[in-house]
Every structure is written in structure tokens, then in C-alpha cells.
């Protein structure tokens, strides 16, 4: 049926009962294959949506499917990576968000894909793609309920990309003058009064206060 009417609105439907075929936990190599491929050809830029734009139901029903699979497989996947800290379940859920969010720019739940996406960033040590994801949050998605997580998770990641202290000193050498900050200091600097304004209760809110002294003082800036 799919090949012989790949645009067909029932050609979905076999395609996904396909899909269903390998959940089996043995076959999660070919689960993966089917399932992304699946997304993807039926997406926005696909053949099969194109001729079937017009039938607004139908679509509707099949990005809420697409978007639902997809996004329980990677939080699975995720899960799979926070339980083992393997590299290599950390990159199929690294490489599951990136789709997802290419293909649902506009989902429901894109701000908390956003904030997840941020966590395992994190956990794999990937500070500034981290901090990117958690301000998508902040500045896309005040409603949610992550939101001010997020905010303090942007101070925390930029922080980790901060300079050492003795990379700090050998910058500023033994001068008393004022030193210019690099830009990764001038950042977390810049976000952490932000921070810190908008959250003025907040119980991180000292030592992200504490952090930014420090670092001022550490670069000759007193005033």
C-alpha cells in the first residue's frame, strides 16, 4: 500500500503500524530506524503532508501522533542516559531532541523539551548548549512551570564555563589596574544581575551575588 500510494491519508496509518512492529525491546535498533523515518517523511516538508494539507483533521491527528511517539522515545532515552551515564544512550537522546525540536518548533510542550534538553546538555558536560536550551525557556516559555529553574539553571551552566582561577590570574597578571573581563565572564556576570533582580529571594541568589564580587574583584573592577 505505502509503495504503491506513498501519499494515500491511510499510507500514515500503515507506516505507523510498522513503527509498531519493532517496540519489541530486542529490536530498538530498527524501533529507532522506522520510527524517526517516520516522523520525518511525514512532516511538514514531506510529500505525503503536501497532499494532504488541506484535509485539516487529518493532519492534525497525525502531527499529535508523530509529535506524542516521538517525544515518549526520547524521554525514555533520556532516562535510559541519566540511569547509566553512557555516552552512547546520552547521544541517542541528544540526537532524538534535536529532531524533535526541528520538527515541533511550535508543540505544546516545547518549552519543557527545552528544559530537558538543557539537563542532559548539562549532564554531558555541555555547559553552553545547556545554558542556550534553559534561556530558550526564559524567553519562550514564562508559563512554564520549569521557568524558574530554568533561570537559575542558565547561571549555573554559564558558571561551569567560567575561566579557573588561575587562568583569571595569569590574565590579569600583577597590574592593579582594571582588567577587561572575557566574554564568558562578562556573560555570567551580565546574567547573574539578572538574575539576581529578578529573583531577589531566591536562595541562590547570594552566592550568585558572592560569585559576581569575586569576579570583579578578581579582575580590578571596585566600583
Known amino acids: 500500500m505505502i509503495a504503491t500510494a506513498p501519499t494515500a491519508p491511510k499510507a ?43 484535509n485539516a483533521e487529518l493532519i492534525e491527528s497525525s502531527n499529535k501522533l508523530r509529535e506524542g511517539t516521538l517525544r515518549n522515545y526520547i524521554l525514555q532515552q533520556h532516562q535510559t542516559a541519566q540511569n547509566s551515564r553512557a555516552p552512547f544512550s546520552q547521544q541517542l537522546a541528544y540526537e532524538g531532541y534535536k529532531i524533535y525540536i526541528a520538527e515541533f518548533p511550535t508543540a505544546a510542550t516545547n518549552g519543557d523539551m527545552h528544559f530537558y534538553f538543557g539537563e542532559l546538555l548539562y549532564d554531558m558536560n555541555k555547559f553552553d548548549e545547556a545554558s542556550h536550551e534553559y534561556k530558550w525557556v526564559v524567553d519562550n516559555a514564562k508559563e512554564s512551570k520549569f521557568y524558574g529553574k530554568a533561570s537559575e539553571n ?70
Open 12 to 54: 500514515f496509518d500503515y507506516k505507523y503500524q510498522i513503527v509498531q512492529m519493532y517496540t519489541d525491546a530486542k529490536k530498538s535498533k530498527e524501533f529507532r530506524e522506522e520510527l524517526l523515518t517516520w516522523v520525518r517523511n511525514y512532516g511538514i516538508s514531506g510529500a505525503w503532508y503536501q497532499t494532504n494539507k488541506d
Open 154 to 223: 542558565i547561571v549555573l551552566a554559564l558558571e561551569k564555563d567560567l575561566p579557573t582561577d588561575q587562568a583569571v590570574q595569569e590574565r590579569v597578571g600583577k597590574t592593579l589596574e582594571p582588567v577587561k573581563m572575557d566574554t564568558k565572564v562578562d556573560l555570567f556576570i551580565s546574567t547573574g544581575i539578572w538574575y539576581a533582580n529578578k529573583f531577589p529571594s531566591s536562595e541562590k541568589t547570594p552566592e550568585i551575588k558572592f560569585r559576581i564580587g569575586r569576579l570583579m574583584y578578581q579582575h580590578n573592577q571596585f566600583d
